[in-house]
């Protein structure tokens, strides 16, 4: 893991703010929260590059104040040449809501009363908005936003990058403060890099991306030109000769839709296997996560995919210890572990990521709490993966044979679903699809007898 700080230019912050000890201390927190994106406070509104009027209702008049306020400061937005962004928090937001822009355009945000951990997300998009890009103090941890990059062929398996970048702002989330905003890959770019890997040998692709299920593009004009999904990407790459197994990796159950799941079902291309992170089993912790969908929608999502795809693996990401995860929640958790049962889950304890808004969250959930949440979710996780692996024992699988194995005579390779594989076979079933008896299974790989080289339809 390697982490890096990057120093930019400091922006100028400017905050009035108006009224009672609640606002002044909002007022605070918004400080605090934009400082990650380079934001130091000013004294004055001039030359300051965001601007945030923090109001208060209480008072009569009060709002006309405001609007008499906004009209001074947007002189002086105009005198940047448009550079500043401007703000309306508080009270009045909460009050005039979408007026206050209709009134006064000059205004870019309105955020209510205690939202100041919105203001980073806010902030994000609204520059991206203007076609800037944030240049932040978030320090890039490797194993939370790294994207791999697309490989040489270097044997029969190759990543292929097909989207970037996160609109998502999970509370607990760098992400998209560092990668940017949502980017799909063209199409044809697509289909090029996926039949050179083909003519390199390869013959199972798995995309990626961030969000990768919230890929999209013009279909190629011969395909009619519409707007294609992850779904129908992906029965075309499947139709490209060479190319018999498709992985995409990493979806967001918000971006799951009804043909990608159907692809499942009518694309023998498509590998069972479903990594799809929920971070928690409670609705209350997915909404302070702003995750944007229940543990009910996920669980449907979740049954489809077996509908449409018996044989399916699934995979997800937990985190646990968030702020305010009661034991409630936490068990919420664990049942839904149970309910879905998971083939295999990465489980993360909840680590503060400054400036993230999760990070200023009340509720802060005690180490020794938050390490024991993890052993009992992964002694669940780990038995669920050991049962699946299990399950395979006794059954003829078909592996795509990826190397040679540790001790002389043996072989390895990748079951459908994505589970390792060991057996002895000759050295030239390499980037075969192998029949393969599985006789053995323990938490992180199968055994088996090599049958013979299996038929690809
Ligand atoms: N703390 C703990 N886990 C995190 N993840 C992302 N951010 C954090 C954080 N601040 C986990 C999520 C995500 C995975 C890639 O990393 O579970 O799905
Ligand atoms: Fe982070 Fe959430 Fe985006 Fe995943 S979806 S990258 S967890 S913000």
């Given at each position: 893991?390697?982490s890096?700080?990057?120093?930019?230019?400091?922006?100028?912050?400017?905050?009035?703010?108006?009224?009672?000890?609640?606002?002044?201390?909002?007022?605070?927190?918004?400080?605090?929260?934009?400082?990650?994106?380079?934001?130091?406070?000013?004294?004055?509104?001039?030359?300051?590059?965001?601007?945030?009027?923090?109001?208060?209702?209480?008072?009569?008049?009060?709002?006309?104040?405001?609007?008499?306020?906004?009209?001074?400061?947007?002189?002086?937005?105009?005198?940047?040449?448009?550079?500043?962004?401007?703000?309306v928090?508080?009270?009045v937001?909460?009050?005039?809501?979408?007026e206050?822009?209709?009134?006064?355009?000059?205004?870019?945000?309105?955020l209510g009363?205690?939202?100041?951990h919105k203001?980073?997300?806010?902030?994000a998009?609204?520059?991206?908005?203007?076609?800037?890009r944030?240049?932040?103090?978030?320090?890039?941890?490797e194993?939370?936003?790294?994207?791999?990059?697309?490989?040489e062929?270097?044997?029969?398996?190759?990543?292929?990058?097909?989207?970037?970048?996160?609109?998502?702002?999970?509370?607990?989330?760098?992400?998209p403060?560092?990668?940017?905003a949502?980017l799909?890959?063209?199409v044809?770019?697509?289909?090029?890099?996926?039949?050179?890997?083909?003519?390199?040998?390869?013959?199972?692709?798995?995309?990626?991306?961030?969000?990768?299920?919230?890929?999209?593009?013009?279909?190629?004009?011969?395909?009619g030109?519409?707007?294609?999904?992850?779904?129908?990407?992906?029965?075309?790459?499947?139709?490209?000769?060479?190319?018999?197994r498709?992985?995409?990796?990493?979806?967001?159950?918000?971006?799951?839709?009804?043909?990608?799941?159907?692809?499942?079902g009518?694309?023998?291309?498509?590998?069972p296997?479903?990594?799809?992170?929920?971070?928690?089993?409670?609705d209350?912790?997915?909404?302070?996560?702003?995750?944007?969908?229940?543990?009910?929608?996920?669980?449907?999502i979740?049954r489809?995919l077996?509908?449409?795809?018996?044989?399916?693996?699934l995979?997800?990401?937990?985190i646990?210890?968030?702020?305010?995860?009661s034991?409630?929640?936490?068990?919420?958790?664990?049942?839904?572990?149970?309910?879905?049962?998971?083939?295999?889950?990465?489980?993360f304890k909840?680590?503060?990521?400054?400036?993230?808004?999760?990070a200023?969250?009340f509720?802060?959930?005690?180490?020794?709490?938050?390490?024991?949440?993890?052993?009992?979710?992964?002694?669940?996780?780990?038995?669920?993966?050991?049962?699946?692996n299990?399950?395979?024992?006794?059954?003829?699988?078909?592996?795509?044979?990826?190397?040679?194995g540790?001790?002389?005579g043996?072989m390895h390779?990748?079951?459908?679903?994505?589970?390792?594989?060991?057996?002895?076979?000759?050295?030239?079933v390499?980037?075969?699809?192998v029949?393969?008896?599985?006789?053995?299974?323990?938490?992180?790989?199968?055994?088996?007898?090599?049958?013979?080289?299996?038929?690809?339809?």
């Amino acid at each position: 893991m390697t982490s890096e700080t990057s120093k930019p230019e400091p922006k100028r912050l400017f905050i009035k703010t108006y009224g009672c000890q609640m606002n002044v201390y909002d007022s605070e927190r918004m400080r605090d929260v934009l400082r990650p994106l380079g934001y130091q406070p000013v004294d004055t509104a001039d030359n300051a590059d965001l601007v945030v009027l923090n109001t208060c209702h209480i008072r009569e008049k009060a709002t006309e104040k405001v609007y008499s306020e906004l009209g001074q400061i947007k002189k002086m937005k105009q005198a940047s040449g448009g550079k500043m962004t401007i703000a309306v928090a508080g009270c009045v937001a909460q009050a005039e809501g979408a007026e206050i822009m209709r009134r006064q355009p000059a205004v870019d945000l309105v955020l209510g009363p205690q939202a100041y951990h919105k203001l980073p997300e806010m902030v994000a998009r609204a520059s991206r908005a203007a076609g800037e890009r944030l240049e932040t103090e978030f320090e890039t941890l490797e194993k939370f936003d790294a994207l791999p990059k697309t490989r040489e062929a270097d044997g029969p398996t190759a990543f292929l990058s097909v989207q970037e970048g996160c609109d998502k702002f999970c509370t607990f989330c760098v992400v998209p403060y560092t990668r940017g905003a949502e980017l799909s890959r063209p199409v044809d770019d697509i289909v090029m890099e996926a039949r050179n890997l083909a003519a390199q040998g390869v013959r199972e692709v798995t995309l990626l991306g961030q969000n990768v299920n919230a890929w999209h593009g013009a279909a190629p004009k011969l395909e009619g030109g519409s707007e294609w999904g992850l779904s129908q990407l992906s029965r075309h790459i499947a139709k490209i000769g060479g190319i018999d197994r498709i992985r995409y990796s990493t979806s967001h159950p918000r971006d799951m839709d009804a043909d990608l799941i159907a692809a499942h079902g009518d694309t023998p291309e498509m590998m069972p296997f479903m990594h799809l992170p929920v971070q928690s089993g409670s609705d209350r912790i997915l909404k302070a996560m702003n995750r944007g969908h229940t543990a009910e929608h996920y669980l449907d999502i979740m049954r489809q995919l077996k509908e449409a795809q018996p044989d399916i693996a699934l995979a997800s990401d937990f985190i646990v210890g968030f702020p305010g995860e009661s034991d409630q929640d936490f068990e919420d958790t664990m049942n839904l572990v149970r309910e879905v049962g998971y083939a295999i889950a990465y489980s993360f304890k909840y680590s503060p990521r400054p400036g993230t808004p999760a990070a200023d969250m009340f509720g802060h959930v005690p180490d020794e709490v938050a390490t024991e949440r993890l052993h009992r979710l992964q002694a669940l996780l780990w038995e669920q993966q050991r049962a699946f692996n299990a399950s395979k024992v006794g059954q003829t699988i078909k592996v795509l044979v990826t190397g040679k194995g540790r001790e002389a005579g043996q072989m390895h390779g990748r079951s459908p679903w994505q589970q390792a594989v060991h057996f002895d076979a000759p050295e030239h079933v390499m980037g075969d699809i192998v029949d393969v008896k599985v006789v053995g299974a323990t938490q992180n790989a199968l055994a088996g007898e090599f049958a013979a080289v299996a038929e690809v339809a």
